[in-house]
């Protein structure tokens, strides 16, 4: 006997509400629009309150640092209590050492949210855009993190406030990884890296199933929760790879070292 339409459909549909696949598309939903409302609400009242506090700029920059912080693993708690996701992170304690530059993969859009909710006074490489944007412009600016303009001159602002003592979140790619591809890492970390680092550190992030890449919008959410591990890797020191070399070949064998061991660690199980 022929099955019907309906029939054929039915394993999908029980299959998709056993993952509570409705419910985590409305919690998807929820965390998009909180985490536009918390950027409005830091700019709005968080930041400028903690900036009418007692202390010079560098304690104001620490203070929307750590506030920002907060609010990102609050909102992994929430993620995670709502059933969007698992997050795991192995190595924490390493990350947010003076001078250290904090180097990741980028498989989905918030995997900034992660890093920084770890690291409770970072800076950062973020893209130009969040500038303009009006959830994330005030955050961003009372952080002081850099905007990646591509020019020689946010190599050097990064690289001095590694020199400053800074820890320093950088994404090598510059977007996020397409599905499917092996990320490709441009030479501005390595650049970074040896303008200013004391230590180099990569975090190894995977995401499965893929979700909130490049080519998914936010409603295309996978059939079972997703699984967001973070690990930090071993420090890597940046000065081996510049002492006997100019500065062009010291940068593109840190940025091949970079490449490979990642390309590595990431087909790992």
């Known amino acids: 006997m022929q099955d019907t339409p309906m029939e054929l459909a039915a394993p999908g549909l029980s299959r998709r509400r056993g993952d509570a696949w409705a419910w985590r598309l409305v919690a998807t939903g929820l965390s998009f629009a909180l985490f536009g409302l918390g950027g409005l609400l830091l700019r709005a009242l968080v930041l400028p309150l903690l900036a009418c506090l007692p202390?010079?700029?560098?304690?104001?920059?620490?203070?929307?640092?750590?506030?920002?912080?907060?609010?990102?693993?609050?909102?992994?708690?929430?993620?995670?209590?709502?059933?969007?996701?698992?997050?795991?992170?192995?190595?924490?304690?390493?990350?947010?050492?003076?001078?250290?530059?904090?180097?990741?993969?980028?498989p989905s859009l918030i995997d900034v949210v992660f890093l920084i909710g770890r690291i409770r006074d970072a800076n950062c490489v973020v893209k130009?855009?969040?500038?303009?944007?009006?959830?994330?412009?005030?955050?961003?600016?009372?952080?002081?993190?850099?905007?990646?303009?591509?020019?020689?001159?946010m190599l050097e602002r990064a690289a001095a406030?590694?020199?400053?003592?800074?820890?320093?979140?950088?994404?090598?790619e510059g977007t996020r990884t397409a599905p499917g591809r092996a990320p490709v890492f441009h030479r501005g970390a390595a650049a970074i890296a040896l303008r200013g680092a004391r230590v180099v550190t990569p975090v190894f992030v995977t995401v499965a199933p893929t979700t909130l890449t490049k080519a998914e919008p936010w409603y295309r959410i996978p059939d079972r929760r997703v699984q967001v591990t973070l690990r930090v890797g071993e420090d890597i020191d940046p000065a081996r790879f510049g002492d006997d070399a100019p500065?062009?070949?010291?940068s593109r064998r840190l940025n091949d070292h970079l490449h490979q061991l990642f390309l590595r660690e990431l087909a790992t199980p």
């Open 161 to 172: 406030v590694l020199r400053e003592g800074q820890c320093l979140v950088v994404f090598p």
């Open 55 to 106: 202390g010079d700029a560098l304690a104001r920059r620490r203070r929307a640092r750590a506030a920002i912080s907060r609010a990102f693993r609050l909102h992994v708690w929430f993620m995670q209590r709502s059933r969007v996701l698992d997050f795991r992170i192995e190595g924490a304690e390493r990350l947010g050492r003076p001078g250290q530059l904090v180097v990741a993969n980028h």
């Open 128 to 153: 130009q855009g969040l500038f303009r944007n009006p959830c994330t412009r005030g955050p961003v600016r009372a952080a002081r993190y850099i905007g990646n303009d591509g020019s020689l001159d």
């Open 247 to 250: 500065p062009p070949i010291a």
